[in-house]
Each structure stands twice: as structure tokens, then as C-alpha cells.
Nanobody, 119 residues
Framework: QVQLVESGGGLVQPGGSLRLSCAAS????????MGWYRQAPGKQRELVAA???????NYADFVKGRFTISRDNAKNTVYLQMNSLKPEDTAVYYC?????????????WGQGTQVTVSS
């Protein structure tokens, strides 16, 4: 069973930055597309950014120009660099694999990592 462990969240002021990490067991990160998702209180989980096995990326409009997704296959880790954070970015962030950039996530959801943007 694939395990995904998200980390790197925390409390940050508006305009600040955080770097999230998603560590996976096995070689799933090099085999599949990987996505970062988020869920704010009272809202549905939504896709934030995704990266294909070949390195192509896709971003939600609300993070374009601010967030960058990347992967390190040797470390079985996917990253999400978040800059210019806004209070509306506050959410629990999760990672999950998919068959491609246009496909839904198919893995089990981990614990996620809490990101809180507040002054």
C-alpha cells in the first residue's frame, strides 16, 4: 500500500512563503502524475497544482504565478513552493497520485499538512 506523508505546513503571515513536501513510499512519484490538493473548512477539496511523470505542470488559476510544483524522483518526493501567500490559501494541503494531469486522484488521502495564513 502506498503511503503519502505531507509536511512543511505552518503559520505564516500574508505575503510569506512555505515549501510543502510530499514523501511517498516506493517509486510511485516517478510512475504517476502527482497533485497537490487543499481543503478549507466547510469547502470541498480542490486541486491546487499537478505535475506529470514527464514534468508537465498544471495550476489552478488562483495560484498561478505564486505556487510552483516540482518533483525529485530520486527522493520520491514532490514539493509545493508557495509564495505571496494569502489568507484564502489557509487550508489543509494533501498530495495524491493520478494517471495524468486531467485525471482524478486515485490514492488514499493522508493526514495532510495545515497551512494557516494570518497576521
Amino acid at each position: 500500500q502506498v503511503q503519502l506523508v505531507e509536511s512543511g505546513g505552518g503559520l505564516v503571515q500574508p505575503g510569506g512563503s512555505l515549501r510543502l513536501s510530499c514523501a511517498a513510499s516506493g517509486s510511485i512519484i516517478s510512475m504517476y502524475a502527482m497533485g497537490w490538493y487543499r481543503q478549507a473548512p466547510g469547502k470541498q477539496r480542490e486541486l491546487v497544482a499537478a505535475i506529470s511523470s514527464g514534468g508537465s505542470t498544471n495550476y489552478a488559476d488562483f495560484v498561478k504565478g505564486r505556487f510552483t510544483i516540482s518533483r525529485d524522483n530520486a527522493k520520491n518526493t514532490v514539493y509545493l513552493q508557495m509564495n505571496s501567500l494569502k489568507p484564502e490559501d489557509t487550508a489543509v494541503y494533501y498530495c495524491n497520485p493520478s494517471l495524468g494531469l486531467s485525471y482524478p486522484a486515485f490514492g488514499s488521502w493522508g493526514q495532510g499538512t495545515q497551512v494557516t495564513v494570518s497576521s
